[in-house]
Protein backbone atom coordinates (compact mmCIF):
# COMPACT_ATOMS: atom_id res chain seq x y z
CA UNK A 1 0.00 0.00 0.00
CA UNK A 2 1.19 3.59 -0.84
CA UNK A 3 2.18 5.26 1.98
CA UNK A 4 3.76 8.36 3.57
CA UNK A 5 4.56 7.44 7.63
CA UNK A 6 5.35 10.01 9.94
CA UNK A 7 6.02 10.19 13.30
CA UNK A 8 5.02 11.28 15.69
CA UNK A 9 1.58 12.42 15.13
CA UNK A 10 1.31 14.66 17.97
CA UNK A 11 3.96 16.24 20.30
CA UNK A 12 4.31 19.07 22.92
CA UNK A 13 8.12 19.83 23.56
CA UNK A 14 9.69 23.05 25.65
CA UNK A 15 10.85 26.41 23.74
CA UNK A 16 14.77 25.70 22.81
CA UNK A 17 14.95 21.48 22.99
CA UNK A 18 15.86 20.41 19.63
CA UNK A 19 13.10 17.77 17.71
CA UNK A 20 12.93 15.66 14.68
CA UNK A 21 9.87 14.85 13.30
CA UNK A 22 10.39 12.05 10.68
CA UNK A 23 8.70 11.12 7.31
CA UNK A 24 9.60 8.10 5.38
CA UNK A 25 7.19 6.83 1.77
CA UNK A 26 7.27 3.70 0.09
CA UNK A 27 6.72 4.73 -3.65
CA UNK A 28 10.40 5.66 -4.81
CA UNK A 29 9.31 9.12 -5.40
CA UNK A 30 12.13 11.60 -5.81
CA UNK A 31 10.10 14.85 -4.41
CA UNK A 32 9.30 15.34 -0.86
CA UNK A 33 7.68 18.43 0.30
CA UNK A 34 6.78 19.57 4.45
CA UNK A 35 4.18 21.83 4.49
CA UNK A 36 2.87 23.76 7.89
CA UNK A 37 -0.77 24.28 8.36
CA UNK A 38 -2.06 26.96 10.79
CA UNK A 39 -5.64 28.48 10.51
CA UNK A 40 -6.84 30.81 8.16
CA UNK A 41 -3.27 30.36 5.94
CA UNK A 42 -3.62 27.29 4.51
CA UNK A 43 -0.27 25.25 3.84
CA UNK A 44 2.45 26.91 3.48
CA UNK A 45 5.56 24.70 2.17
CA UNK A 46 8.79 24.95 4.18
CA UNK A 47 11.53 22.96 2.53
CA UNK A 48 11.41 20.54 -0.45
CA UNK A 49 14.03 18.16 -1.70
CA UNK A 50 13.84 16.84 -5.24
CA UNK A 51 16.37 13.58 -4.78
CA UNK A 52 18.69 12.77 -2.35
CA UNK A 53 21.23 15.56 -1.21
CA UNK A 54 18.87 18.03 -2.93
CA UNK A 55 17.06 20.33 -1.11
CA UNK A 56 15.89 23.95 -1.33
CA UNK A 57 13.71 26.12 0.80
CA UNK A 58 9.91 26.71 0.15
CA UNK A 59 8.16 29.98 1.58
CA UNK A 60 8.69 29.43 5.33
CA UNK A 61 12.04 27.96 5.76
CA UNK A 62 13.21 30.06 9.02
CA UNK A 63 13.64 27.64 11.89
CA UNK A 64 14.05 24.62 10.57
CA UNK A 65 16.10 21.88 8.77
CA UNK A 66 16.02 19.22 6.45
CA UNK A 67 18.75 16.44 5.42
CA UNK A 68 17.99 13.75 2.39
CA UNK A 69 20.38 11.31 2.79
CA UNK A 70 18.22 8.57 1.36
CA UNK A 71 14.94 8.64 -1.14
CA UNK A 72 12.76 6.89 1.61
CA UNK A 73 13.70 9.96 4.55
CA UNK A 74 12.97 13.31 4.88
CA UNK A 75 13.09 14.41 8.17
CA UNK A 76 12.49 17.69 9.54
CA UNK A 77 14.57 19.27 12.29
CA UNK A 78 13.84 22.00 14.47
CA UNK A 79 16.92 23.11 16.45
CA UNK A 80 15.83 25.64 18.61
CA UNK A 81 11.26 25.49 18.32
CA UNK A 82 9.84 28.48 20.06
CA UNK A 83 6.07 28.78 20.36
CA UNK A 84 5.52 30.39 16.86
CA UNK A 85 6.12 26.63 15.46
CA UNK A 86 3.02 25.34 16.94
CA UNK A 87 1.55 24.10 14.20
CA UNK A 88 0.30 21.64 12.09
CA UNK A 89 2.82 19.60 9.85
CA UNK A 90 2.73 17.46 6.87
CA UNK A 91 5.18 15.74 4.78
CA UNK A 92 4.69 14.85 1.23
CA UNK A 93 5.81 12.94 -1.13
CA UNK A 94 4.98 13.67 -4.95
CA UNK A 95 4.89 11.59 -8.08
CA UNK A 96 6.10 12.41 -11.38
CA UNK A 97 3.64 12.63 -14.08
CA UNK A 98 4.87 12.28 -18.00
CA UNK A 99 8.47 11.93 -16.52
CA UNK A 100 9.25 15.35 -15.29
CA UNK A 101 6.55 17.18 -14.11
CA UNK A 102 5.31 17.54 -10.03
CA UNK A 103 2.19 14.54 -10.13
CA UNK A 104 -0.29 13.63 -6.84
CA UNK A 105 1.30 14.63 -3.73
CA UNK A 106 0.78 11.71 -1.12
CA UNK A 107 0.53 12.97 2.52
CA UNK A 108 1.46 12.19 5.68
CA UNK A 109 -1.20 11.66 8.20
CA UNK A 110 0.25 14.71 9.61
CA UNK A 111 2.02 15.70 13.37
CA UNK A 112 0.63 18.25 15.19
CA UNK A 113 3.28 20.25 17.35
CA UNK A 114 2.79 22.32 20.33
CA UNK A 115 5.81 24.40 21.47
CA UNK A 116 5.67 25.84 25.23
CA UNK B 1 2.77 34.89 -3.34
CA UNK B 2 0.07 32.29 -2.23
CA UNK B 3 -2.94 32.15 -4.74
CA UNK B 4 -6.02 33.77 -3.85
CA UNK B 5 -9.33 31.18 -2.95
CA UNK B 6 -12.77 32.29 -2.95
CA UNK B 7 -15.01 32.22 -1.54
CA UNK B 8 -13.30 31.46 1.82
CA UNK B 9 -16.49 29.17 2.74
CA UNK B 10 -19.70 27.57 1.34
CA UNK B 11 -23.07 25.85 2.30
CA UNK B 12 -24.57 23.78 -0.07
CA UNK B 13 -27.29 21.61 0.30
CA UNK B 14 -27.23 18.20 -1.36
CA UNK B 15 -27.72 17.82 -5.28
CA UNK B 16 -26.75 21.84 -5.45
CA UNK B 17 -23.86 23.24 -7.45
CA UNK B 18 -20.42 25.38 -6.60
CA UNK B 19 -17.47 26.83 -8.08
CA UNK B 20 -14.45 27.65 -6.08
CA UNK B 21 -11.94 29.75 -7.85
CA UNK B 22 -8.19 29.91 -7.36
CA UNK B 23 -6.51 33.19 -8.99
CA UNK B 24 -2.71 33.82 -8.80
CA UNK B 25 -0.50 36.96 -9.66
CA UNK B 26 2.07 34.83 -11.31
CA UNK B 27 1.76 32.85 -14.63
CA UNK B 28 1.05 29.93 -14.16
CA UNK B 29 2.58 26.47 -15.04
CA UNK B 30 -0.19 23.98 -13.54
CA UNK B 31 -2.46 23.87 -10.76
CA UNK B 32 -3.50 21.00 -8.32
CA UNK B 33 -6.57 20.40 -6.22
CA UNK B 34 -6.75 19.30 -3.15
CA UNK B 35 -9.90 18.31 -0.47
CA UNK B 36 -9.12 18.17 3.54
CA UNK B 37 -11.50 16.67 5.14
CA UNK B 38 -11.51 17.72 9.30
CA UNK B 39 -8.91 16.04 11.18
CA UNK B 40 -7.38 14.04 8.07
CA UNK B 41 -4.34 15.15 4.96
CA UNK B 42 -5.18 16.49 1.86
CA UNK B 43 -5.95 14.11 -0.63
CA UNK B 44 -5.15 14.44 -4.72
CA UNK B 45 -8.48 15.83 -7.07
CA UNK B 46 -7.02 17.04 -9.98
CA UNK B 47 -4.04 18.15 -11.84
CA UNK B 48 -4.48 21.01 -14.88
CA UNK B 49 -1.64 21.43 -17.07
CA UNK B 50 -1.14 24.58 -18.87
CA UNK B 51 -2.06 23.60 -22.49
CA UNK B 52 -4.84 21.75 -21.72
CA UNK B 53 -4.21 18.47 -20.42
CA UNK B 54 -5.65 17.20 -16.98
CA UNK B 55 -5.44 14.25 -14.88
CA UNK B 56 -7.29 13.38 -11.67
CA UNK B 57 -10.54 11.56 -9.97
CA UNK B 58 -13.95 11.15 -12.70
CA UNK B 59 -16.73 12.96 -10.74
CA UNK B 60 -14.55 16.09 -10.47
CA UNK B 61 -14.17 18.97 -13.05
CA UNK B 62 -12.10 21.79 -13.07
CA UNK B 63 -10.60 24.31 -15.83
CA UNK B 64 -7.57 26.57 -16.39
CA UNK B 65 -7.70 29.87 -17.65
CA UNK B 66 -4.16 30.54 -18.60
CA UNK B 67 -4.48 34.44 -19.53
CA UNK B 68 -6.25 35.13 -16.61
CA UNK B 69 -3.92 32.62 -14.32
CA UNK B 70 -7.28 31.22 -12.97
CA UNK B 71 -8.77 27.99 -12.44
CA UNK B 72 -11.96 26.93 -11.33
CA UNK B 73 -13.16 23.86 -9.30
CA UNK B 74 -16.82 22.54 -10.19
CA UNK B 75 -18.97 20.70 -7.24
CA UNK B 76 -21.76 19.33 -9.33
CA UNK B 77 -25.01 17.68 -7.68
CA UNK B 78 -22.86 17.57 -4.10
CA UNK B 79 -22.89 15.11 -2.08
CA UNK B 80 -22.16 15.20 1.97
CA UNK B 81 -18.94 13.64 1.28
CA UNK B 82 -18.29 16.65 -0.42
CA UNK B 83 -17.74 18.27 2.60
CA UNK B 84 -14.14 19.42 3.69
CA UNK B 85 -12.16 22.19 2.61
CA UNK B 86 -10.96 22.47 -1.20
CA UNK B 87 -7.21 23.83 -1.50
CA UNK B 88 -5.48 24.88 -4.84
CA UNK B 89 -1.88 24.49 -5.49
CA UNK B 90 0.17 26.13 -7.82
CA UNK B 91 3.71 26.08 -9.39
CA UNK B 92 4.92 28.59 -11.20
CA UNK B 93 7.49 26.84 -12.98
CA UNK B 94 7.68 22.90 -14.55
CA UNK B 95 9.06 21.96 -10.66
CA UNK B 96 9.83 23.27 -7.48
CA UNK B 97 7.68 25.12 -4.97
CA UNK B 98 4.07 24.41 -4.46
CA UNK B 99 1.96 27.06 -3.01
CA UNK B 100 -1.39 26.57 -1.67
CA UNK B 101 -4.27 29.15 -1.25
CA UNK B 102 -5.65 29.58 1.91
CA UNK B 103 -8.84 27.16 1.43
CA UNK B 104 -12.07 27.02 0.95
CA UNK B 105 -14.49 25.39 3.32
CA UNK B 106 -17.46 23.38 2.03
CA UNK B 107 -19.94 22.38 3.86
CA UNK B 108 -22.72 20.17 2.20
CA UNK B 109 -25.99 19.68 4.36
CA UNK B 110 -28.79 17.17 3.95
Known amino acids: EAQVTQNPRYLITVTGKKLTVTCSQN?????MSWYRQDPGLGLRQIYY???????DKGDVPEGYKVSRKEKRNFPLILESPSPNQTSLYFC???????????????FGQGTRLTVV | QQPVQSPQAVILREGEDAVINCSSS?????VHWYRQKHGEAPVFLMI?????EQKGHEKISASFNEKKQQSSLYLTASQLSYSGTYFC???????????FGAGTQVVVTP
Open chain 1, 92 to 106: ASTSRWRGGLEGEAF
Open chain 1, 27 to 31: MNHEY
Open chain 1, 49 to 55: SMNVEVT
Open chain 2, 26 to 30: KALYS
Open chain 2, 48 to 52: LLKGG
Open chain 2, 89 to 99: GIYTDSWGKLQ
